[in-house]
C-alpha cells in the first residue's frame, strides 16, 4: 500500500483528494439533516393536516346536508297544514258571513212579529158567538 501512495504523480492526488472530498461531502449531506428536510417533513405534516380538516369539514358539510334537507321537509310539510288551515279559515269565514246574513233576515222577522204581537195586546181580536166557538175549535183541534 506504500507503494502505491509512493507511485502517485500530483495528478494522480488531486484526483484521489478530490474524489474523498466529494465522498465526504455527499455522506455529510445525506447523514446530516438539511433545512430543506425539515422544510418538506413540516410541509408534508401541513398537507396531511390540511386533508385531516378538508375530511372533517366534508363530514360536516354532508351532516348539514341532510339536516337542510329536513328541515326542507318540515317546512313543506307546514306550508301545507297553514294552507290548509287557511282554507278552513276562509271557508268559516263565509259561513260567518252566510249566518250574519241570516240574523239580520230573523231580527226583521222578530221585529215584525213583535209589532203584531203589541197591536193585538192594544186591539185584541173580538169574537162573538158562531165566531168563537168555530174559533175556539180551530184553536182546540
Known sequence: MNSFFSNLKLKDWVIVVLVISVLALSLNYFFTSSGYKKEISRIENDIKSIQNKRDSLEKDNEKL??????????????????????????????????????????????????????????????????????SLKEKTK
Open 65 to 134: 346536508k341532510k339536516d337542510v334537507d329536513k328541515h326542507l321537509k318540515n317546512i313543506v310539510i307546514y306550508q301545507n297544514r297553514i294552507d290548509s288551515i287557511q282554507t278552513l279559515i276562509n271557508s268559516k269565514n263565509k259561513e260567518i258571513n252566510r249566518l250574519k246574513s241570516n240574523i239580520s233576515g230573523y231580527k226583521k222577522e222578530n221585529e215584525r212579529i213583535k209589532r203584531e204581537i203589541e197591536e193585538l195586546e192594544k186591539n185584541p181580536i173580538k169574537r162573538v158567538g158562531d165566531n168563537l166557538i168555530n
